[in-house]
């Protein structure tokens, strides 16, 4: 336990095993950095990260609790490009490139709360709207914690609507960003390589695990739109 990274695994590991219950208190930094073996700004280095996740509540003089808000079962409405697409009034396509076990980079861990090197399902895949390229997406899932799933699933369907098929999603993360466009997805969306697309990142939970990260992006133009 000499790194935050394994702590922050233990401390999930205990609220994943129920042996902390949402709502609850946990042990205190000093309590665990004593129990663990290790300092306790490791620790509080791990348990910031699980706050900024949404997993556990820092409050001062008060302690650390398990979050309540994931265990509440409730449905996550996601969004499904294919709908978007049509309602475009344009014909859907779907594609996918690549389907393939990696061992998680660093902000692909991070994401899905796995260790770095740790085997994740890695999905490269392009939507279509009239033949023209509308979205390429790469998405990263967490095998250890999603039903059976194998190369012909993503092929007939894209891995959202998998998703929202057979995982009971409960919360959901977006973070929007522009971003210089490269190698494959600049030739996909028609652009230069470095011109500034429109990159949107999703991570999907089920109660208190990650089950997906994703990043999709979408050419110079793209117009988003969100409802209350």
């Known amino acids: 336990m000499n790194t935050w990274?394994?702590?922050r695994a233990e401390v999930l590991a205990r609220i994943r095993s129920?042996?902390?219950a949402p709502g609850g208190l946990i042990p205190t930094e000093h309590e665990l950095a004593r129990e663990l073996g290790c300092a306790r700004a490791t620790v509080n280095r791990a348990l910031r990260d699980l706050a900024d996740s949404g997993i556990?509540?820092?409050?001062?003089k008060v302690g650390t609790r398990v979050a309540t808000t994931p265990s509440r079962r409730t449905t996550l409405e996601m969004s499904v490009i294919r709908h978007e697409i049509q309602a475009m009034g344009a014909h859907y396509r779907y594609e996918m490139t690549r389907f393939e076990t990696l061992p998680?980079?660093?902000h692909v861990a991070?994401?899905?709360q796995v260790r770095q090197g740790d085997p994740v399902l890695s999905v490269k895949t392009q939507h279509f709207a009239d033949n023209r390229t509308?979205?390429?997406e790469v998405v990263w899932l967490n095998p250890a914690v999603l039903p059976d799933i194998d190369r012909r699933d993503l092929e007939r369907e894209p891995p959202h609507e998998w998703l929202g098929r057979n995982v009971a999603l409960t919360q959901g993360q977006f973070t929007i960003l522009a971003e210089g466009a490269t190698g494959d997805c600049a030739r996909s969306l028609d652009v230069r390589p470095g011109t500034p697309v429109l990159?949107?990142?999703?991570i999907s939970w089920s109660d208190l695990v990650p089950v997906s990260f994703a990043r999709q992006f979408y050419g110079p133009g793209h117009r988003l739109v969100s409802e209350d």
């Open 199 to 202: 990159a949107i990142e999703r």
């Open 134 to 136: 509308h979205c390429c």
């Open 5 to 7: 990274q394994s702590v």
């Open 18 to 20: 129920g042996e902390w």
């Open 110 to 112: 991070d994401a899905l």
């Open 56 to 60: 556990v509540e820092r409050r001062r």
């Open 104 to 106: 998680a980079p660093s």
